[in-house]
C-alpha cells in the first residue's frame, strides 16, 4: 500500500479529493442493519461517531455536518455527562448510541456507528484508535496521527487486522486552494517545485492546556508542524529523504515541557528543499512554492486555516470557492469506504509524517545534524 502523491493518478485523484463528489454515483447495495440505519444507508450515508467533544469536535466537525451528503452524525462518545444531554438533543442522537470512555467498546455492537472520528488529546489517538478497530469501526483519527512512529504502526496493524480503514484528519487536502497546489505538482505546468516555504504558527494562549503538556503530545512540531510538512510533501509531490531540524524557546516556563518554536528544512529526491517554521507564540499562514519556470510561483496567505483563504498564481489571483474542508472531508472517507479505494490522508501518509517528526526531534537533540528518513 503507497499513498505518495506522485503515485496518484488524475483520475483517482480528482475523485478522492472530493471535487467529483456531488456527481459521483451513490453505492446503493449497503446492508441494511437496523431501523435506524436502513434510512442513513439507503441514502447512501454512512454514520460517524465522534469521540471527545472538545473544541474541534463541536465547532468545526459538528456544523460540518450540515453539509455532508455520505455521512451523517449517529454516535457520540463523551466524558462529560452535560455533553451527552446537550448534543444528543441537539443532533437527535439517542441515549443507545452514546458512550463514555468506559462503555467505548459497545460501539462494536452498534450497526449505525460505521467510522469512528477520534478527536481526542494526541496522546490518547493511538489508543481508542486501536479500540475502535478492534470493535470493528472504520478511524478517522485527527492529526498529530499520535506521538511515535511504533505508535503509528500498531495502529495500521490494527486496522489492517480488523479489516477496517484508517484515515487522518488532514482537512487541508479537502481545500481548493491546496488541491490547486496539488494538482501543480501533479501536472507540472510550470515544471517541478524547485523550493517551499511553510509556516504555521498562532500564539497560544491559557498555559494550563494540554498542548503545552509533554504526557498529551503537546508541543508546536505535533500540532501544527504537521501542516508544514504536509504541505511541503504536497507541493513537491515527493516523501523527504532527510531533515534537519532547530528549536527556539523564549518562554522557558510556559514551555517547560514542549516545543515552543521549530525550524526544520527537508530534502526531497529530486533535490528540491523545503522550509518551515512552526510555533506556539508567533502569528503565521503561509504556504509558498516556487517552481523551475523560475518566474513562477505560488503564494497562499492565510493557507491552513478554516476561514477565507488568499492566494496568488503566477501573479494572477487564486479564484476558488470557500467550501467546508470538515464536511469534504468526511464525505471524501465515506466514499473511499463505499468504493472500495484509498484517499490520499491515510493512516500510510500519517505515519510517514511521524517518521518526519521523530527525526526532526532527532536533530534538533543532535544539534541539527541531518538525519535520514528511514
Ligand atoms: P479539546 O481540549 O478542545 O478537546 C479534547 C476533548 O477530549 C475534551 O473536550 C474531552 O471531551 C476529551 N478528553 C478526554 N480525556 C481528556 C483529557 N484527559 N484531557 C482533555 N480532554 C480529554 O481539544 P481539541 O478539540 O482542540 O483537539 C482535539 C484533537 O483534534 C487534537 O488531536 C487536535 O490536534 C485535533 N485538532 C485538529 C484540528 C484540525 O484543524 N484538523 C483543529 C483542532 C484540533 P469530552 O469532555 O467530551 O470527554
Redesign the pocket.
Given at each position: 500500500m503507497n499513498n505518495s502523491f506522485s503515485d496518484l493518478s488524475r483520475r483517482s485523484f480528482i475523485t478522492k479529493s472530493g471535487f467529483a463528489l456531488s456527481t459521483a454515483a451513490l453505492g446503493s447495495a449497503l446492508p441494511i442493519d437496523s431501523i435506524y440505519a436502513s434510512s442513513d444507508k439507503r441514502r447512501g450515508q454512512l454514520g460517524i461517531a465522534l469521540?471527545?467533544?472538545?473544541?474541534?469536535?463541536?465547532?468545526?466537525l459538528m456544523p460540518g455536518f450540515a453539509q455532508t451528503k455520505r455521512c451523517r452524525l449517529t454516535g457520540?462518545?463523551?466524558?462529560?455527562p452535560e455533553?451527552k444531554i446537550r448534543y444528543g438533543k441537539e443532533f437527535e442522537i439517542p441515549d443507545t448510541h452514546i458512550y463514555?470512555?468506559e462503555t467505548f467498546d459497545r460501539i462494536a455492537d452498534n450497526p449505525d456507528i460505521d467510522i469512528v472520528y477520534?478527536?481526542?488529546?494526541?496522546s490518547?489517538?493511538a489508543e481508542y484508535t486501536i479500540r475502535a478497530a478492534k470493535a470493528g469501526k472504520h478511524v478517522i483519527?485527527?492529526?498529530?496521527m499520535c506521538l511515535s512512529v511504533e505508535e503509528a504502526k500498531a495502529m495500521i496493524s490494527a486496522c489492517h487486522e480488523n479489516n477496517v480503514t484508517l484515515n487522518i484528519?488532514?482537512?487541508c487536502q479537502y481545500e481548493p486552494h491546496n488541491l490547486e497546489i496539488i494538482r501543480l505538482a501533479r501536472e507540472k505546468p510550470f515544471g517541478g517545485a524547485r523550493y517551499v516555504q511553510s509556516e504555521l504558527g498562532f500564539v497560544i494562549g491559557d498555559p494550563s492546556?494540554?498542548?503545552l503538556r509533554r504526557d498529551?503530545?503537546g508541543g508546536a512540531l505535533?500540532?501544527v508542524g504537521v501542516y508544514c510538512m504536509q504541505a511541503a510533501c504536497y507541493a513537491i509531490g515527493e516523501d523527504p529523504i532527510a531533515v534537519y531540524g532547530q528549536e527556539f524557546k523564549t518562554d522557558p516556563v510556559k514551555f517547560g515541557e514542549v516545543d515552543e518554536t521549530v525550524a526544520f528544512q527537508m530534502e526531497f529526491p529530486s533535490g528540491v528543499i523545503s522550509n518551515s517554521t512552526t510555533s506556539f507564540s508567533l502569528d503565521a499562514h503561509r504556504l509558498y512554492v516556487n517552481y523551475q519556470d523560475a518566474n513562477k510561483h505560488v503564494e497562499i496567505q492565510p493557507n491552513f486555516n478554516?476561514g477565507k483563504y488568499r492566494g496568488s498564481i503566477a501573479g494572477k489571483p487564486m479564484e476558488f470557492p470557500f467550501i467546508n474542508?470538515?464536511a469534504n472531508h468526511m464525505d471524501v472517507v465515506a466514499q473511499s469506504i463505499q468504493e472500495g479505494n484509498e484517499t490520499t490522508t491515510t493512516g500510510d501518509v500519517g505515519l510517514r509524517d511521524m517518521k518526519i517528526i521523530e527525526a526532526i526531534f532527532q536533530s534538533i537533540a543532535n544539534g541539527g545534524v541531518r538525519i535520514e528518513i528511514g
Open positions: 469521540v471527545g467533544l472538545g473544541g474541534y469536535a463541536t465547532q468545526m457520540l462518545v463523551t466524558g462529560a455533553k463514555d470512555y477520534v478527536v481526542l488529546p494526541n490518547m489517538h483519527c485527527e492529526k498529530p484528519g488532514y482537512r492546556q494540554w498542548r498529551y503530545g505535533l500540532d478554516y474542508q470538515q
